[in-house]
């Protein structure tokens, strides 16, 4: 399984939501490159880097952080948060970024997804509140369920849908596997769970799951998982 320690920028600083709600932040690191650069040292080889500010702008609002995080370590990086055209995703992966993430765009317009997943490493970011999909930096909940958006991309080359259970996000009350697992049956693409994790535990039931990879937030931050543990038991399996 591979993990990937996550960082979300919000105007500049490492910071954790609650349920993805913007005034809930709270700010664990002033230099969020440093963060990574830990990440690192602890044997992670992905970093999953969410512009918050951009995903409510709609456009790249932390270049400057993302850019010290690219230039700071040898991780690789899938980054969302505000790309919505072509010349986005461009800038990214000329800056460094190994894999873009599609999330509100995938749900207004799938095609243009399909269309970026034939020519870019794209994951479609799906984020859902009691099953049905929320946009805009889940300020909006639409009336699509998240597994009818996931069947959506089955075909299309996406490399990942990365899952959000939003009610569980930032809260460490554990993973929702049995969504994630849905997710992955209905669409036979490679899916990242995201949201919830607390534990060594959750590791070990997405493992069973057969669950592609996990995003590790507010766990690592807050203490309660020790990142080495987790990448010294995916080796062992």
Do not use: C
Not at 77 to 105: P, Q
């Amino acid at each position: 399984m591979v993990i990937l320690p996550a960082i979300d920028l919000k105007d500049g600083k490492a910071v954790r939501l609650t349920k993805g709600l913007m005034d809930t932040a709270k700010i664990y690191s002033d230099e969020p490159w440093q963060v990574a650069k830990r990440f690192e040292e602890l044997g992670s080889e992905w970093l999953h880097l969410v512009d918050l500010n951009g995903a409510f702008a709609g456009k790249p609002e932390n270049l400057e952080q993302i850019k010290k995080i690219l230039e700071n370590t040898d991780l690789k990086v899938e980054l969302g948060g505000g790309i919505r055209d072509e010349e986005t995703i461009k800038m990214y992966l000329e800056l460094g970024v190994d894999r873009l993430i599609l999330g509100s765009i995938a749900v207004k317009d799938p095609e243009f997804v399909k269309k970026m997943a034939k020519k870019y490493p794209i994951a479609v970011g799906i984020d859902a509140k009691d099953g049905y999909v929320a946009v805009e930096g889940w300020a909006e909940v639409s009336s699509m369920k998240a597994t009818d958006l996931a069947k959506e991309f089955a075909d299309a080359g996406v490399e990942a849908i990365i899952a959000t259970d939003i009610s569980k996000d930032g809260t460490l009350s554990g993973v929702n596997a049995k969504f994630v697992k849905e997710i992955q049956d209905i669409s036979g693409i490679n899916v990242i769970a995201s949201g919830g994790v607390r534990d060594i535990n959750d590791i070990k039931l997405l493992i069973k799951n057969k669950i592609y990879g996990t995003i590790i937030g507010k766990a690592f931050y807050e203490g309660t998982i020790d990142l080495e543990e987790v990448f010294k038991l995916i080796k062992e399996k």
